[in-house]
């Protein structure tokens, strides 16, 4: 399993980030996926997932209204459209296989960094 995660960056509260993530070794389009996410000093908290079709959309209550998951078989890509972002949301965030239960024990990429800040 491998996967590589892309598209954080810094934004100001309110502003927008789109991450993407690319996966290969395994049949992608078989597997559930999720994004989870590690602030500093927290633990890997598990904050959106979808099912192997596409639908089946899960958030954290944190989240729900402001960040998308999609994603795109064909390509092997997740993707986490995030709007309205809060300080809250900086961290680090990790795609994985898996859905809420098991994402944050599975293997996941190196992730990238997403600061909000004013």
């Known amino acids: 399993v491998q996967l590589m995660e892309s598209g954080g960056g810094s934004a100001q509260p309110g502003g927008s980030l789109r991450l993407s993530c690319v996966a290969s070794g395994f049949g992608f389009h078989y597997y559930d996926m999720s994004w989870i996410r590690q602030a500093p000093g927290k633990k890997l908290e598990w904050v959106s997932s979808?099912?192997?079709?596409?639908?089946?959309?899960e958030y954290i209550d944190a989240v729900k209204g402001r960040f998308t998951i999609s994603r795109d078989n064909a390509k092997n890509m997740l993707y986490l459209e995030m709007n309205n972002l809060k300080t809250e949301d900086t961290a680090v965030y990790y795609c994985?296989?898996?859905?809420?239960?098991?994402?944050?024990?599975?293997?996941r990429g190196r992730g990238t960094q997403v600061t909000v800040s004013s």
């Open positions: 994985a296989t898996g859905t809420r239960g098991t994402a944050t024990d599975g293997p």
């Open positions: 979808i099912n192997n079709l596409g639908g089946g959309h």
